[in-house]
C-alpha cells in the first residue's frame, strides 16, 4: 500500500466538456444577469453616497432613510452578483460605477465643478469598467 499524496489545499479540475455549465447558454444568461446586477449595485452605491452627502451628518431624516435602503439593496446586488463575477471584478465595477455617477450627478447639481481633465478621467474609469466586463467573458473550452 502506498501512502497519499499530503493534501496541498489545491484541487485541480479537468477542462470542461463541451456539456459543462461554463460552455453552456445557461451560464452565459447567468453572467449577463449577473453583470446587470452588477450595473444595478453600482446605480445603488452612487444614489447611497448622494443620500449620506445630503443627510448633513446624519441630520435630516429623508437622506437618512434612502441612503440606508440604498445600502442595503446596493450590497444585496453586489453580493448577487459575486456569486457569478470574480470579487475583485466585482468591486471594482462597483465602485467604478458609484464613483463615476456620484461625480456626474454632483456636477449636474451644481455641487460639485466639472473640467474637462475631470471628465477624461471619468471617462478612463468607464472605459475601465467596460474592459472588465469584456475581459470577464470566458474563453471557448476554459472554466472559470
Request: glycine share 10%; with cysteine; net charge positive.
Amino acid at each position: 500500500m502506498s501512502p497519499e499524496p499530503p493534501l496541498t489545499g489545491r484541487t485541480s479540475s479537468p477542462a470542461p466538456s463541451p456539456r459543462s455549465p461554463a460552455a453552456s447558454p445557461d451560464a452565459a444568461a447567468r453572467r449577463s444577469r449577473a453583470w446587470a446586477l452588477l450595473l444595478l449595485s453600482g446605480v445603488l452605491e452612487s444614489v447611497w453616497a448622494t443620500a449620506l452627502g445630503a443627510a448633513e451628518g446624519l441630520t435630516r431624516l429623508g437622506p437618512i432613510v434612502l441612503f440606508a435602503v440604498a445600502l442595503v439593496l446596493s450590497m444585496i446586488t453586489l453580493a448577487r452578483a459575486a456569486r457569478v463575477v470574480p470579487m475583485g471584478t466585482a468591486y471594482a465595477v462597483w465602485t467604478g460605477i458609484g464613483a463615476v455617477l456620484t461625480v456626474a450627478w454632483a456636477a449636474g447639481t451644481g455641487q460639485e465643478e466639472m473640467s474637462w481633465l475631470k471628465a477624461l478621467f471619468l471617462a478612463g474609469i468607464v472605459a475601465c469598467v467596460a474592459g472588465l466586463h469584456a475581459a470577464d467573458r470566458p474563453r471557448r473550452g476554459h472554466a472559470r
